[in-house]
């Protein structure tokens, strides 16, 4: 059964730096590198956005809010993408969630992972 597990989050001091990390477990090589892998968030209250995304072949895009400060990469080989975040603010507190979503056929999301910015 393939599944996404996100890891990483964690609570951090405005100004400071987390790196989350999503392994997409039983997912073949082909379908990896030809989907788009994204990172959204939820923050409470609000609807979930999309925080960044890559395709292949394609240049990332990022929510206007993130831009500068986040940053997006995968690791093909070991099925593998991840977020910087650098210069957290208390508003990106939020539950971050990695999707998978290829030809519109297979979409899967994490589980989610807590990321609590104080000020």
């Known amino acids: 059964q393939a599944h996404l597990v996100e890891s990483g989050g964690g609570s951090v001091q405005a100004g400071g730096s987390l790196r989350l990390s999503c392994k997409a477990s039983?997912?073949?090589?082909?379908?990896?590198?030809?989907?788009?892998l994204g990172w959204y968030r939820q923050a409470p209250g609000k609807e979930r956005e999309l925080v960044a995304q890559i395709i292949s072949g394609d240049s990332p895009t990022y929510a206007d809010s993130v831009k500068g400060r986040f940053t997006i990469s995968t690791n093909n080989a070991r099925r593998m993408y991840y977020l910087e975040m650098n210069s957290l603010k208390p508003e990106d507190t939020a539950v971050y969630y990695c999707?998978?979503?290829?030809?519109?056929?297979?979409?899967?999301w994490g589980q989610g992972t807590q990321v609590t910015v104080s000020s």
């Open positions: 039983g997912i073949i090589l082909s379908v990896f590198r030809g989907s788009a």
């Open positions: 999707r998978l979503l290829y030809q519109g056929t297979i979409d899967y």
